[in-house]
């Protein structure tokens, strides 16, 4: 299986910048695509950002120009680069990952989420 570790998330001032990262462990072969989702309080889970292996990547219109998403295939790791943030990114974040295990099983794993807090 897959373990996902998120670290980053905290309180900031609107405005201002996170960077959260997710760095993933266990028999993995590759991971196809990593990602971020949002779930705000009394709304669902959103799709935030992602990223293939390749390299490419997309994001919610409400981030977009904002955040920017990477990745280090090396290392396993996603990072969300915030930036402008707003009281409406306030959200618990929670990173996925979409991978080949070294058994040839597909699997997607989810981390535990990471607290953003946007206030003054």
């Known amino acids: 299986q897959v373990q996902l570790q998120e670290s980053g998330g905290g309180l900031v001032q609107p405005g201002g910048s996170l960077r959260l990262s997710c760095a993933a462990s266990?028999?993995?072969?590759?991971?196809?695509?990593m990602g971020w989702y949002r779930q705000a309080p009394g709304k669902e889970r959103e799709l935030t950002a992602r990223?293939?292996?390749?390299?490419?990547?997309d994001y919610a219109d409400s981030v977009k120009g904002r955040f920017t998403i990477s990745r280090d295939n090396a290392k396993n790791t996603v990072y969300l680069q915030m930036n402008s943030l707003k009281p409406e990114d306030t959200a618990v974040y929670y990173c996925?990952?979409?991978?080949?295990?070294?058994?040839?099983?597909?699997?997607?794993?989810w981390g535990q989420g990471t607290q953003v807090t946007v206030s003054s």
């Open positions: 990223i293939t292996y390749g390299g490419s990547s």
């Open positions: 266990g028999s993995i072969s590759r991971i196809n695509a």
């Open positions: 996925y990952a979409a991978a080949v295990l070294t058994t040839f099983q597909n699997v997607v794993s």
